[in-house]
C-alpha cells in the first residue's frame, strides 16, 4: 500500500528544501543552506512523510501542493499511497498507540533513535476501505478546521 520514494535530487547546497513539524503540526519549508556533498531526493504532492529520528516525537505529514518538487534526506523518507488515503495514514500515525508502540523499535542510541523506511513499512496497520478512509479523512479535516477557526476567535 505504501512504496518509499527514491527520485534523487540536488546536492544539499541546491536543494529546496522542506521538514516535518513535530506532533502532526504540518509539512513546511525549511530555510538553510546544506553541504554539497550530501544527497537529497525530490518530494511530491500528496505523499505521506516522515521524519526517521522524529518518529517518537509525532513528526508525520502529508506533502502540501504548494511544495511539490522540494527536497528531503533520506532522513525524511516519503511515500507513494496506493490503496490507502495519504491522510488517512497520517492521523493514523499521529495516534500515540500508532507511534509510541511502534517506535520501541527503534535502531540506535538513546539520542539518535530512527525508523528506517523498511521497518516503518514492516509495521501492521488496519484499514477499511478506500471509500471508508475518504469518509473519515472528510470528518477528521472539517473537524480540524472547526477547531482552527474557533481558535482564531
Known sequence: MLSESREQGHSGDRARKLTVKLWGKGVVPK??????????????????????????????????????????????????CHGINPYFMFYKAIQQDFYYKNGIIADGSR??????ADTFLEMPIQLPSIEEQNLI???????????TLHRRV
Not at 539520542?111 to 528506517?116: L, N, P, S
Open 111 to 116: 539520542k539518535a533513535k530512527r525508523i528506517h
Open 137 to 147: 479523512v472528510s470528518y477528521l479535516q472539517k473537524f480540524d478546521n472547526l477547531i
Open 31 to 80: 530555510d538553510d543552506v546544506g553541504s554539497a556533498s550530501t544527497q537529497y531526493f525530490i518530494r511530491h504532492a500528496g505523499q505521506f512523510i516522515y521524519s526517521k529520528l522524529d518518529f517518537l516525537n509525532s513528526a508525520f505529514g502529508v506533502i502540501p501542493e504548494e511544495l511539490e518538487g522540494y527536497e528531503t534526506t533520506a532522513d525524511l523518507p516519503a511515500f507513494e
